[in-house]
């Protein structure tokens, strides 16, 4: 089982409603140079060499300007996931910082 990293509310299993303003994470994704729009995200099946196609509506990619490296950041309301990479937590940290948010791990604990 893969661990994943959020973006979201303080708390947010203490909070009534934790929604993160999807228009405030597009603008955002859209001024910043570096990411990009996805509202599906591609890859091939290794064990039958197809292409998979998933609904990532409203999720972003950001192309890492050292590495060129790229990462997908999936929204929901609920919070933005992403993987643990050390390159990708300094941009979460970054996007977080930006939206009033924070970056947890799937146990809850703040990074």
């Known amino acids: ?6 973006i979201r509310k303080e708390n947010y299993w203490e909070i009534d ?10 603008s955002l994704c859209k001024a910043d140079p570096t990411m990009s729009i996805q509202y599906s995200v591609a890859g091939i099946n290794p064990n039958k ?5 998933v609904q990532a509506d409203n999720s972003c990619t950001w192309r890492s300007p050292k590495s060129g490296e790229e ?3 999936y929204f ?7 993987g643990t990479e050390d390159i990708q937590i300094r ?3 970054e996007i977080a910082a930006s939206l009033g948010l924070k970056v947890y791990g799937d146990e809850g604990e703040e990074y």
């Open 1 to 6: 089982m893969a661990y994943n990293l959020h």
């Open 17 to 26: 409603n934790p929604k993160i303003d999807k228009e405030k994470w597009l």
């Open 49 to 53: 060499n197809e292409e998979i196609v």
């Open 71 to 73: 990462f997908i950041f």
């Open 76 to 82: 929901s309301e609920d919070g933005i996931t992403l």
């Open 91 to 93: 941009k979460a940290k």
